[in-house]
Nanobody, 124 residues
Framework: QVLLVESGGGSVQAGGSLRLSCAAS????????MGWFRQAPGKDRDFVVGISWSGGSTMYADSVKGRFTISRDNNKNTWYLQMNSLKPEDTAVYYC?????????????????WGQGTQVTVSS
């Protein structure tokens, strides 16, 4: 059984930082792209960032460029989202996802496995 488990969410004031982790089990994802998505209350789930299997290619939503950084550790089957300069509009449930393809992608349909989500709340 494949499981993706996020951790690191919480509440922070605007301007603060959080680091999310996503640990995968049940399958090795070292040859697949990974990503993070988020869903704010009353809104659709949106793409945040994606990373290729090697980490050599990344994609960021315009709203997070320069503030968020994705990374991965294939030895640990884990990937991370460092979030700096957080804003209230970053408040959402954040989901990690594993792609069925090796590249970085913003397309949700390319992601095969999803975590259960972790809440991030940024107060002003």
């Amino acid at each position: 059984q494949v499981l993706l488990v996020e951790s690191g969410g919480g509440s922070v004031q605007a301007g603060g930082s959080l680091r999310l982790s996503c640990a995968a089990s049940g399958r090795t994802f070292s040859r697949y792209g990974m990503g993070w998505f988020r869903q704010a209350p009353g809104k659709d789930r949106d793409f945040v960032v994606g990373i290729s299997w090697s980490g050599g290619s990344t994609m960021y939503a315009d709203s997070v460029k320069g503030r968020f950084t994705i990374s991965r550790d294939n030895n640990k089957n884990t990937w991370y989202l460092q979030m700096n300069s957080l804003k209230p509009e970053d408040t959402a449930v954040y989901y990690c996802a594993a792609s069925r393809l090796p590249g970085a992608s913003a397309q949700q349909r390319e992601y095969e496995y999803w975590g259960q989500g972790t809440q991030v709340t940024v107060s002003s």
